[in-house]
């Protein structure tokens, strides 16, 4: 069964310093990754998407996120944290269709983003 | 250009009362979702739907119905509320299955005493 993770509820980071949210990911085939931001009583907001070619992929906000295969890990990475990036983070798999639950989102938990002045 | 709406977005009932949800789209997207936010359980897909008058479970849906009688609208009705409802709904959708981002809308937070 394909499952995500998150392994951090919570990451503090000062203004200005490089962030990192880490996720983890069990599927079989291919993943196609995702990641969102979700601010206070909002819905998610798409940030970016791996789904092949190149490891590093660039998103919204400054945000890119790096596929590593090998260690079966999507993590989300900003240079520069700014205080509006508060905010709750989730990570997402899918299958490929081809395989059971194939095509379906299956979410982390979400990890809070704390970036202080 | 409103996007992906829900209706209402404060919802509080009682057990056993029937609650409707409302989501519209204005994209024409193919598919659309319903999923469940809980602390510490993430997001939890309860339906979805391809196209109209097609849909599917996903990982939660027993004590929930849905329908898609039209492309843009994706109505979630728990047919006898219980507590264990008590949850923010959120409806997405998007252009296709693998490989499209989802679009969600602003939730609904339901309340069930």
């Known amino acids: 069964a394909q499952s995500v993770a998150q392994p951090e509820d919570q990451v503090n980071v000062a203004e200005g310093n490089p962030l990192t949210v880490k996720c983890t990911y069990s599927?079989?085939?291919?993943?196609?990754l995702f990641w969102y931001v979700q601010y206070p009583n909002r819905g998610l907001q798409f940030l970016l998407k791996?789904?092949?070619?190149?490891?590093l992929v660039k998103g919204s906000y400054g945000f890119e996120a790096e596929f590593n295969k090998s260690q079966t890990s999507f993590h989300l990475k900003k240079p520069s944290a700014l205080v509006s990036d508060s905010a709750l983070y989730f990570c997402?798999?899918?299958?490929?269709?081809?395989?059971?639950?194939?095509?379906?989102?299956?979410f982390g938990q979400g990890t809070e983003l704390s970036v202080k002045p | 250009d409103a996007g992906i709406t829900q209706s209402p977005r404060y919802k509080i009932t009682e057990t056993g009362r029937q609650v409707t949800l409302m989501c519209h789209q204005t994209?024409?997207?193919?598919?659309m979702f319903w999923y469940r936010q809980d602390l510490g359980h993430g997001l939890r897909l309860i339906y979805y739907?391809?196209?109209?008058?097609?849909?599917d479970k996903g990982e939660v849906p027993d004590g929930y119905v849905v329908s898609r009688s039209k492309t843009e609208n994706f109505p979630l009705t728990l047919e006898s509320a219980t507590r264990s409802q008590t949850s923010v709904y959120f409806c997405?959708?998007?252009?296709?299955?693998?490989?499209?981002?989802?679009?969600f809308g602003p939730g609904t937070r339901l309340t069930v005493t």
């Open positions: 997405a959708s998007s252009e296709g299955l693998s490989g499209y981002e989802q679009y």
């Open positions: 599927v079989s085939g291919n993943p196609y």
């Open positions: 791996y789904i092949t070619g190149d490891n």
């Open positions: 997402a798999v899918r299958a490929p269709p081809t395989y059971n639950q194939g095509g379906k989102l299956i």
């Open positions: 994209w024409s997207h193919s598919y």
């Open positions: 739907s391809a196209a109209a008058d097609i849909t």
